[in-house]
């Protein structure tokens, strides 16, 4: 096929979240493939310094992955471009079927089916942890309805002033720690630990509500998704990079350095370092969805890759069927992921003590996410194409 072959690509089409999306579902394996180095045991454990080094490294590196989605979403669909009822059909239909399909296979594959449906009354299936995020999208769904007339006619100084707000906030999750030093956590019905908060501004052991909680969380990167499309143009590369390398290290250094200050308290730098499951939540509160350090780095992301636009050979062969899969990819990646880690541990065995010394994780966690990665694309390009059943089960 020649070049001048190829379809043309929609021109309303914003070609840079195709590539969004590729880089975000990789990030998303990412994550998952590094988990196995500090989960594990009663529920947390590093078996060695460097592999808390590579957790934090590999772990960080790719939290901005769910908000990178959020934010192209936000980019998408506010203000919204046709009726609030044809908005939620539209949404309902890309979303529930493969959700919903998903969620049974999981819940056939892992752990008890019967207590498994139970579970879905209430909330998702916890041994497929990654569907959260489905939930939290559809509750973002239901807020863009309501922002959307405000986001019509919202001036730059305005919405500047709010996502400084939210910038703030996302500091409060650090100020806890803080304040609050070694929280004690508790545990609901389902044993996922919830670390007792700090209380502030407002809040109380009667009251959640707090000053800052209706401009915290998932809202400010629909405010970053908004921004950048109503406010933002084309940025050199020279300037692009000026700005990005800066935020997205120091987003990075945030993480990194906060991982490793809270394990060194509780390992008094003797490992291996184990705890309950609450354990590692402590650990991870620097690379919180909602902590300044992702949000650094979700900028300098949406920065770099909004320079990415071209629209040739390899964009449509290669990215755009990719992107048009990628939520099918992450509903049913941790079906491959979970294999491919398993064996990899089992070829090169864990820590210093592996085929590779000290490089053992570091090689175990990009080959896992990136072989998991091709295996998942190919096979959800390839259903996809199934006439009428492909998009449903993919998306």
């Known amino acids: 096929m020649k070049y001048s072959d190829i379809p043309a ?5 914003e070609i840079w979240l195709d590539w969004l999306r590729l880089v975000a579902c990789l990030l998303v394996m990412l994550t998952h493939s590094t988990e196995p180095f500090y989960l594990g045991g009663e529920g ?25 989605f959020v934010i192209a ?9 046709y009726s609030t009822k044809e908005f939620f059909r539209r949404r309902a239909a890309r979303i529930l079927p493969p959700f919903i399909i998903w969620t049974i296979v999981y819940a056939l594959v892992w752990g008890e089916p019967i207590q498994n449906f139970k579970d879905l009354l209430w909330n998702f299936n916890y041994a497929a942890g990654h569907l959260w995020f489905v939930y939290m999208l559809i509750g973002i769904y239901l807020v863009m309805p309501l922002i959307s007339p405000w986001a019509e006619r919202v001036g730059k100084r305005e919405l500047q002033l709010y996502i400084g707000i939210w910038l703030f906030t996302t500091i409060i ?26 209380p502030l501004w ?29 406010f933002v143009g084309e940025i050199s590369w020279k300037k692009t990079i000026a700005i990005a390398a800066p935020v997205f290290l120091g987003g990075f250094a945030i993480g990194v350095f906060g991982f490793l200050r809270r394990v060194a308290v509780d390992s008094g730098g003797v490992f291996p370092v184990e705890g309950p499951v ?9 690379w919180l969805n909602d902590s300044i350090g992702v949000a ?20 449509q062969k290669v990215i755009l069927p990719v992107s048009k899969a990628s939520y099918g990819m992450y509903l049913s990646h941790m079906l491959v992921l979970s294999v491919v880690s398993a064996r990899l541990r089992e070829m090169l065995k864990l820590g210093n003590d592996g085929l590779l010394g000290a490089w053992t994780t570091p090689v175990q966690i990009l080959a896992t996410a990136i072989i998991s990665y091709l295996i998942v694309g190919l096979a959800c390009v390839l259903i996809r194409k199934f006439p009428k059943i492909g998009k449903i089960i993919i998306g």
Request: aromatic share 14%.
């Open 296 to 315: 650094m780095m979700a900028i300098g992301w949406i920065l770099i890759l909004r320079k990415f636009n071209g629209s040739g050979r390899f964009y």
């Open 73 to 81: 979403s936000s980019y998408l669909q506010i203000p919204l471009r």
């Open 44 to 68: 947390s454990l590093i078996l060695t310094h460097t592999d808390a080094v590579w957790s934090a490294i590999m772990d960080v590196l790719s939290r901005a992955a769910v908000v990178l």
């Open 278 to 286: 609450g354990l590692a939540a402590l650990w991870e509160t620097p």
């Open 173 to 198: 999750p650090l100020i806890r720690v803080w304040l609050g030093g070694s929280a004690p956590v508790i545990y609901g019905p389902s044993g996922i630990p919830n670390p007792a908060k700090y």
């Open 202 to 230: 407002g809040e109380a052991s009667w009251n959640s509500y707090g000053l800052f909680y209706y401009v915290s969380g998932m809202l400010g990167y629909l405010l970053l998704g908004l921004y950048f499309r109503k």
């Open 9 to 13: 690509i929609d021109p309303k089409r």
